[in-house]
């Protein structure tokens, strides 16, 4: 297990190429997610284990990529905290119809006992680890308590965030209560699944970047740092993915992640050059790439594996989560050129 | 004129206290702007001189700001150049009918004589630089070649940005045609603004922060250079603000600009560390604390007054523009906490 390229890269060992996977790889643009997805909705899908499990494992099968992530939501530990999340069919995305708005919604959630209350995602990744069979490492994930609090004070995404945001600035005290009792419904979750079978975790903070840098350090990562310390981890590897959060690399990196996930803002050689000397990186091709053409995407694909240089510690992937309407080729393409394309990165470094 | 505190510190020049406007300060937050735009279309606000001029000078009525921002719309450009503009009541927001696809419709666009067709803008910025009778100095504006050319492409804004990022990838040529064409309408346009009698220019970028550092680079701060060199400036200050682009500060500032426009996810310190010995900074309060309350967004400015520290050249701004649910007395809070705040910084200096 020591010798996936992907958990090499992630602790910065030596690797034959670099590993390549994609956020939301289990999803819509695949015309074999869309099938199971015809005939579900979206959270049966995530609370039926067999249809989570497949899903997960379809694109290890079609495109080949070096990691399976768990197909879920990170909106499921909320709700078993006790806020009732529905998904709209169509344009309406998932949404909390009651939002937390008061220090007593906030003392109302529960510490969810994952073996019972979230058994169906240990179910998941108990039966997709057993299926892989080896052929490569599965990623659990978690949100962050920061990301997690907006989407449970704003009920769901938001254009402006005007709700967490006036928490943030004229109730900052309730807010660290929500995050406290986050981080650790977050860690005692993530050892759960780290316990079923997850040979690493990704702590996605997708809205980080609503935050202004002071504010991003106190609320969002402060709390990512104190779930991650409450997370028992016996050597496996941490990624945080925190979105549009260029500004606070080295603080992201001072959380004690093993693995930085980049975006595609950022400029990896930068990244690089900031914090790649006791981190390893993850990313970064913009995922609207995919769009182009497959000579297109292989030349990018060069630019990036350019920009880390020969060295350990990278992680391909996309630089936020793949489009929807990715035609699968140009998926296949980008996975294929950086297995094509790294291996020459790779010998420069062992000579 | 030159004695304006905001011009002063556009050029970095020492002022008794910080000046202060805001982004979109003629906007929905104040109920006189709302009474007229009850009984008056958009676009017709934008078209008809003495509306323009009469919101234009609302918050400086209201206020106290130190500058006035002619009131437009960065559309009004494309849709000189041939474009089908149009905007939708309710939540449409402005919308070209027929989005650029092809190199003939570049070719078709033409390069305008706003001396006829745009006549209306500078009818507008002539009629309030006459009524603000040297009061407080006039702002005009135009977007980047780039934004606009985003608006042009994808026909309004966008979540992905997908049609405009296959051009950045996959026909980058084409989109340089068009950049090009842009920039020099942009610069006539810019001309005849500042002859009608605008005391200095802010070229917005709103959708710089959609490109990666590279192709931000080469699309858009290249296309905005390009503009700023056809612009006769004669001591006229340039404010270039491309959002959420705190990757490329030091590039912005290359461009020649007189000041940077600092958004919110940038540190202010931060910015005047890496750019502040050569240019003016422009920002940045997150609008989102002007929810809060006087206290709070009082002790926020003071916090970002110790940021910039005592030195010449900071133009006090929020770090994007005014939300419009934004209560009005917390704008006048906003605006008086910047005029009673900052004249002890500006003493330190010249002690």
Same mark, same amino acid.
């Given at each position: 297990? %020591?010798?996936?390229?992907? =958990? ?30 015809? %005939? ?12 989570? !499990? ?47 708005? !008061? ?54 995404? &938001? ?15 309730? =807010?660290?209560?929500? =995050? ?25 903070? !997708? ?9 991003? %350090? ?29 500004? +606070? ?20 050689? &930068? ?5 790649? +000397? ?24 060069? %630019? ?37 394309? &790294? ?9």
């Amino acid at each position: 297990m %020591r010798n996936f390229p992907f =958990l090499r890269a992630c602790r910065r060992e030596p690797v034959n190429r670099t590993p390549v996977w994609m956020m939301r790889q289990a999803g819509r643009y695949l015309p074999e997610y869309r099938a199971i997805r015809a %005939r579900n909705d979206f959270l049966t899908m995530c609370k039926t284990p067999e249809l989570a !499990s497949e899903v997960s494992l379809q694109p290890v099968e079609i495109l080949g990529v070096d990691a399976c992530i768990i197909f879920s939501d990170i909106l499921v530990l909320p709700e078993a905290m006790g806020m009732n999340l529905v998904v709209e069919e169509g344009t309406g995305g998932p949404r909390f119809t009651d939002p937390i708005r !008061s220090r007593a919604d906030i003392d109302r959630l529960g510490i969810p006992d994952p073996s019972t209350e979230l058994k169906f995602v240990l179910d998941a990744v108990r039966l997709t680890r057993q299926r892989l069979d080896g052929t490569v490492p599965l990623i659990g994930f978690s949100g962050s308590p920061w990301t997690l609090a907006s989407y449970m004070v704003e009920g769901s995404g &938001s254009k402006t965030f005007r709700t967490i945001k006036e928490m943030v600035y004229a109730h900052p005290q309730d =807010l660290h209560h929500l =995050l406290e009792k986050l981080a650790q419904a977050g860690a005692r979750y993530l050892n759960a699944v780290i316990e079923a079978g997850a040979q690493a975790i990704q702590i996605f903070d !997708s809205w980080g970047g609503i935050l202004p840098p002071d504010e991003f %350090r106190e609320f969002s990562l402060r709390s990512i740092a104190h779930m991650m310390s409450l997370v028992r981890k016996e050597g496996t590897p941490v990624i945080v993915f925190c979105r549009e959060c260029g500004h +606070s690399l080295e603080q992201i990196a001072d959380t004690g992640t093993d693995v930085v996930g980049i975006d595609w803002t950022i400029d990896l050689r &930068s990244a690089k050059d900031r914090i790649g +000397s006791h981190t390893a990186l993850q990313g970064n091709l913009d995922p609207a790439i995919l769009y182009s053409s497959p000579d297109v995407i292989r030349s990018h694909v060069i %630019r990036i594996l350019e920009k880390f240089g020969p060295a350990p510690g990278h992680v391909f992937n996309l630089g936020h989560g793949i489009l929807p309407d990715t035609p699968v080729e140009h998926a296949k393409a980008f996975v294929q050129a950086v297995k094509e394309e &790294s291996p020459r990165f790779h010998r420069v470094q062992a000579t």
